[in-house]
């Protein structure tokens, strides 16, 4: 999201998670404030849970990606008001959308308003990741 635009204000922090990221699971330092989400080094799967303190419409997401092209995850997996996604519902559960990341970090990603309406849960789940959010 544009800085004018973010959702951060909307988040209930304590209650967003990285499932299988290196460290700790509380990602609340990502959103705009510098912090990193780095999967496993062994199993490069990592889902991210976001929850809101009410529901929103997401029209874009925004992915920094750290300095090493060798991580970047190649898709993005998003899904909406999931709120138990779990490692074994991948490839099971379809998507809500699904992004090819070539060449979008850093760029706002617009997003079907439709499919983003009334979210009150996104997860994400990205491959291969070194991130900034």
Do not use: W
């Not at 849970?49 to 874009?60: A, D, E, H, Y």
């Not at 379809?94 to 996104?122: C, H």
């Amino acid at each position: 999201m544009e800085a004018n635009n973010s959702l951060n204000q909307h988040l209930s922090l304590k209650d967003c998670v990285a499932l299988n990221a290196e460290g700790s699971s509380d990602i609340s330092a990502v959103f705009g404030m510098g912090g990193t989400v780095k999967s496993n080094k062994d199993d490069p799967e990592v889902i991210i849970l976001i929850k809101f303190l009410s529901n929103v419409n997401i029209s874009g997401i925004k992915i920094l990606g750290g300095m090493n092209q060798e991580y970047h995850p190649q898709t993005m997996q998003l899904f909406v008001n999931n709120n138990s996604l779990s490692f074994s519902d991948i490839g099971s559960v379809k998507a809500t959308e699904v992004i090819k990341m070539d060449s979008n970090f850093g760029k706002t990603i617009p997003l079907k308003v439709a499919k983003f309406r009334n979210v009150s849960t996104l997860a994400v789940i990205m491959i291969n990741i070194d991130l900034l959010l």
